[in-house]
C-alpha cells in the first residue's frame, strides 16, 4: 500500500522560505516519478514541480527559479524548497506519485500560507 505523506507547510511571510516534505512508503520515491501540486481556493490544482527517475526536473513558470524539487533515495522523502514565497504562492501543496500514466497516488496535503 503506497503512502504519501506531506509535512512542513505553515504560515510565511512575503519573501520567506519553506521547505516541504513528502514522506513516502509502499514504493521507492527513485523508482517513479514524483510532483507537487498546489490547488488555492477556486483554482483547479496545478503542477508546482517533477522530477523523474532519472533525477530530471520541470518546474512550474510561476515557481521556476524560486521553487526546487529535489528527493532523499535514503529517506524515501521529497522535499519542496520554496524561498521567496509571494501571497499568490499561498494553496494547499500535495504530493504525487506516478504509476507511468499518471499520477496515481496521493498525500493529504499540506497548507501554506503567505501574508503580504
Known amino acids: 500500500q503506497v503512502q504519501l505523506v506531506e509535512s512542513g507547510g505553515g504560515l510565511v511571510q512575503a519573501g520567506g522560505s519553506l521547505r516541504l516534505s513528502c514522506a513516502a512508503s509502499g514504493r521507492a520515491v527513485s523508482a517513479y516519478a514524483m510532483g507537487w501540486f498546489r490547488q488555492a481556493p477556486g483554482k483547479e490544482r496545478a503542477v508546482v514541480a517533477t522530477i523523474n527517475p532519472s533525477g530530471g526536473k520541470t518546474y512550474a513558470a510561476s515557481v521556476k527559479d524560486r521553487f526546487t524539487i529535489s528527493r532523499d533515495n535514503a529517506k524515501n522523502t521529497v522535499y519542496l524548497q520554496m524561498n521567496s514565497l509571494k501571497p499568490e504562492d499561498a494553496a494547499v501543496y500535495y504530493c504525487?506519485?506516478?504509476?507511468?500514466?499518471?499520477?496515481?497516488?496521493w498525500g493529504q496535503g499540506t497548507q501554506v500560507t503567505v501574508s503580504s
Open positions: 504525487t506519485s506516478s504509476n507511468g500514466n499518471g499520477w496515481r497516488y
